[in-house]
C-alpha cells in the first residue's frame, strides 16, 4: 500500500489545475490547484494537531467551500471524516462525540465554548471552529501552513468515513465506509450517468449526508467536473442557475418545490441533461408532473447511508415513476421472506438485500448489531421491495418505521421518547404521513394522563430544546387510545390511514 487509495483517484481524474471545481452562486470561483492547495494547508494541520491515520475528525459546520476542503484534507490525512449535521443540538452532538471518540472537533464558532466544554468532559483533544464564511481558528490555524503535503497511504479497506445513522431502537449507529466503498460507488455512478469534465452539477444538498458528499461531491471530482455550490436548495435560485448547468441532484422535496415555480419550463430547463432524485420516495404524480412541464424525465435512484447507492433507472430507456430502476453494475440485490429469509421470485414483495464493493465494513464498535444486519453475505437494508419481469426494483415501504421528511431521516422512536417524558403525557407514536411539499410530514399522536390540559404548543416547547428541528411534530393529535393488534404492539397503519389526509390540499 504505497498510495491513498481515494484521493489517487481524485488526484487522477483532475482535467487540469486551473480548470474550476466549485463556482458560487454570487460568481466566486475556486479551481482544482485551490482545492489540492487548501487541502494540503488543512492536512497539514490536522497532522499537527494530532490526528494519526485512523482518527475520527468530527465535523459539525455550515456548508462553504472550507467545509468541503476539509473532507478531502481528512482523507488525505489518512483520518476518518466523520460529518455530524448541523440541525443536530449539542445533547445530540455528544452521544457522537462519546461513541466516535474523535481527535478533533470542528464546529461553529457561534457554539465554541459549549463545544469546549463539552470536548474537555469528554476528552476530545482538540476543538477548532470554522464560520459560514470560512473563518474561523482553523482557517487562521493553516493560513501559515505548507499547500504541500504528502498524502497518508491507505488501502482499499482502510475506512475514509463514518457516518451516523438512527436505528428504530436504541442509539445511533455509525455506519463505517472504506475507501473502496466510496470510490467505487462514485465510479460507477459517474459512469452510469456519463458525467464527463464539460459537467455542471447544481449541489444544494448539504455535506453531511451521503447524497450531497459521497454521491454529488465524488462523483464531480471523479469525473473532474465542476459545481456551483448552493449554501441551500432555494427553488427560485436553482431554477435561474438551469441555464449554467448540466444536472441537478435532489431529494424529491426540490423537485416539488421546482413545480410551485411558473418559470419552471421546457426552455427554463433545455440546458440541463440529467436531473436525479433520491433519499425518499418520489412520488409518480411528481414524475410526470416534472416531465409534462420540462420534456424530462427525472431519473430516480436508491441508496442508502450504510451502502452508498444500489439502483438506478436507466440513462438511456425507460425512467419508470414509481420504481428505483436496475442493481447498478456490480451490484447483487435479492428480494427475501422478511422471516424465513428464503429468496423470493419476481414480482414477491420482500426484504431488499444488497451485496457488492459499495456496502459499507459495519457500524462502528457495534460487531454483533453488524453480523445481525448480514444475511448470507448479503446486507439487509430494511426496506421492502419487489423486482417485476423487467428487472426495476420497486421499494414498497420500508420495514423499519422510518419517516422521511424533507430528504431527511426521522426514527419515531427517538421523538416518542421525549414526548413521553413529558408529565401528562402517557404515550405517543409517531408517524409519517402523504405531505406535498416534505414527502412525510412528522406527525405525533399522544395520550394525555387524565386530568391533564398539555396543548401542541407544551409539546413543541420540550421538543424545540431536545431535538433538531426537522424532527419536530408537524401536527400533534391527541386521542384517548393508541390501536393496538392483540400482540399489544400499536398499529401505526391504523394510524397513517386514519389521519392520512391530514395534510392534504
Ligand atoms: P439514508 O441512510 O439517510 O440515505 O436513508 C436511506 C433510506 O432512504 C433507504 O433505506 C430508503 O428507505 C430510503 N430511500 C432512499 N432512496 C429512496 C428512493 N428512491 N425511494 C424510496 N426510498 C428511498
Redesign the pocket.
Known amino acids: 500500500m504505497s498510495s491513498n487509495h481515494l484521493f489517487a483517484a481524485i488526484r487522477a481524474a483532475i482535467p487540469a489545475l486551473d480548470a474550476p471545481l466549485v463556482t458560487h452562486p454570487d460568481g466566486g470561483m475556486e479551481t482544482y490547484a485551490d482545492a489540492l492547495a487548501a487541502s494540503g494547508r488543512l492536512a497539514n494541520l490536522l497532522v499537527a494537531r494530532g490526528v494519526k491515520p485512523g482518527d475520527r475528525v468530527a465535523v459539525q459546520v455550515d456548508k462553504s467551500w472550507t467545509a468541503l476542503v476539509v473532507y478531502l484534507a481528512a482523507v488525505r490525512a489518512g483520518a476518518v471524516y466523520l460529518p455530524l449535521n448541523t440541525a443536530y443540538t449539542l445533547a445530540e452532538v455528544e452521544y457522537f462525540l462519546s461513541d466516535a471518540e474523535p481527535t478533533l472537533f470542528l464546529c461553529r464558532p457561534e457554539i465554541e465554548p459549549e463545544a469546549r466544554a463539552l470536548a474537555t468532559r469528554l476528552g476530545v483533544p482538540c476543538v477548532e471552529t470554522l464560520g459560514a464564511d470560512g473563518t474561523g481558528s482553523l482557517t487562521r490555524a493553516a493560513a501559515d501552513l505548507p499547500e504541500a503535503f504528502e498524502d497518508v497511504p491507505r488501502g482499499a479497506d482502510d475506512l475514509a468515513g463514518i457516518l451516523y445513522?438512527s436505528g428504530t431502537t436504541g442509539r445511533a449507529k455509525g455506519a463505517m465506509l472504506s475507501h473502496d466503498n466510496l470510490l467505487s460507488n462514485a465510479l460507477t455512478l459517474r459512469d452510469y450517468w456519463r458525467f464527463t469534465r464539460d459537467d455542471v452539477l447544481i449541489h444544494a444538498l448539504p455535506i453531511f449526508?451521503?447524497?450531497g458528499l459521497f454521491v454529488a461531491t465524488n462523483v464531480i471530482l471523479l469525473a473532474g467536473a465542476r459545481m456551483i455550490f448552493c449554501p441551500k436548495f432555494d427553488a427560485r435560485e436553482c431554477l435561474s442557475l438551469m441555464p449554467q448547468a448540466s444536472s441537478l441532484m435532489g431529494v424529491p422535496t426540490f423537485y416539488t418545490r421546482l413545480l410551485d415555480q411558473p418559470g419552471l419550463t421546457r426552455e427554463a430547463t433545455a440546458h440541463v441533461r440529467l436531473f436525479v432524485?433520491?433519499?425518499?420516495?418520489?412520488l409518480a404524480e411528481t414524475h410526470r408532473a416534472f416531465r409534462e412541464r420540462t420534456g424530462q424525465a427525472i431519473l430516480?435512484?436508491?441508496?442508502?447511508?450504510?451502502t452508498g447507492m444500489n439502483t438506478s433507472n436507466p440513462y438511456d430507456g425507460d425512467r419508470r415513476a414509481g420504481t428505483?430502476g436496475f442493481p447498478l453494475p456490480g451490484i447483487d440485490l435479492r428480494i427475501t421472506h422478511a422471516e424465513t429469509g428464503a429468496v423470493l421470485g419476481t414480482d414477491e414483495i420482500g426484504m431488499i438485500e444488497v451485496k457488492g464493493p459499495n456496502v459499507f465494513k459495519g457500524y462502528w464498535r457495534m460487531p454483533e448489531k453488524t453480523a445481525s444486519e448480514f444475511h448470507d453475505g448479503f446486507f439487509i437494508?430494511?426496506?421492502l421491495g419487489k423486482v417485476d419481469g423487467t428487472g426495476y426494483v420497486q421499494?414498497v415501504g420500508?420495514g423499519k418505521d422510518?419517516v422521511?421528511t424533507g430528504g431527511f431521516?426521522v426514527y419515531p422512536k427517538e421523538v416518542e421518547t421525549e414526548i413521553d417524558a413529558l408529565p401528562g403525557v402517557v404515550e405517543s407514536a409517531v408517524i409519517g404521513l402523504p405531505h406535498k411539499d416534505f414527502g412525510e410530514g412528522v406527525t405525533a399522536v399522544v395520550v394525555m394522563a387524565k386530568g391533564a390540559t398539555l396543548t401542541e404548543a407544551d409539546i413543541h416547547a420540550r421538543l424545540e430544546e431536545r431535538l433538531a428541528k426537522f424532527k419536530l411534530p408537524k401536527h400533534v393529535i391527541f386521542v384517548d387510545e393508541l390501536p393496538r393488534n392483540t400482540m399489544g404492539k400499536v398499529q401505526k397503519n391504523v394510524l397513517r390511514d386514519t389521519y392520512k389526509d391530514l395534510y392534504a390540499g
Open positions: 445513522t449526508h451521503t447524497h432524485s433520491g433519499s425518499a420516495p418520489l430516480e435512484r436508491y441508496g442508502m447511508t450504510e428505483v437494508t430494511g426496506d421499494i420500508r422510518l422521511i431521516n
